[in-house]
């Protein structure tokens, strides 16, 4: 094999923990039920792929060192022991979501969601009455009356 095709196949050991890291990072790292609008999440997409191609490639550079630490571990370091070897992908995924998707979400909170969104609003304070006691002591009391 050539060394190319070598260096193809060594780079794409981080390929499979990637989409899954983007995927769940904007599932979860805020919802889209929050409120972000699409060019945010966009923007923040963008940011997790370009940071984890990064940080795939430093996972593969840290191979040598994080495969055989998370082989000698008696437990897995984090969910299991695939998080941290590929750990350096996971974080820059994350930084890449932050830098790209944090402005633009300060930008469209300050100047729009602030001001019109309506899950800001205040609580209703009705009144709500409280249940009666429950238990030996009230059932005893009751049979008194």
Avoid at 26 to 48: C, H, Q, Y
Avoid at 56 to 72: D, N
Wanted: with cysteine; proline share 10%; charged share 15%.
């Amino acid at each position: 094999m050539s060394r190319r095709a070598v260096l193809a196949c060594v780079l794409l050991l981080g390929a499979c923990t990637l989409p899954e890291t983007v995927d769940n990072l904007e599932r979860e790292n805020p919802p889209p039920e929050l409120g972000r609008p699409g060019f945010v999440r966009v923007a923040a997409r963008t940011g997790a792929w370009a940071g984890g191609l990064v940080g795939g490639v430093a996972s593969v550079v840290l191979l040598p060192i994080t495969y055989p630490v998370s082989l000698l571990a008696e437990c897995p370091l984090g969910y299991s022991k695939a998080e941290f070897r590929w750990g350096a992908a996971s974080m820059g995924a994350s930084a890449g979501h932050w830098l790209l998707g944090a402005p633009l979400d300060v930008v469209h909170y300050v100047f729009w969601r602030a001001w019109v969104n309506p899950s800001c609003e205040p609580a209703g304070y009705d009144h709500v009455p409280m249940r009666p006691p429950v238990g030996p002591a009230s059932a005893t009391a009751a049979a008194k009356e």
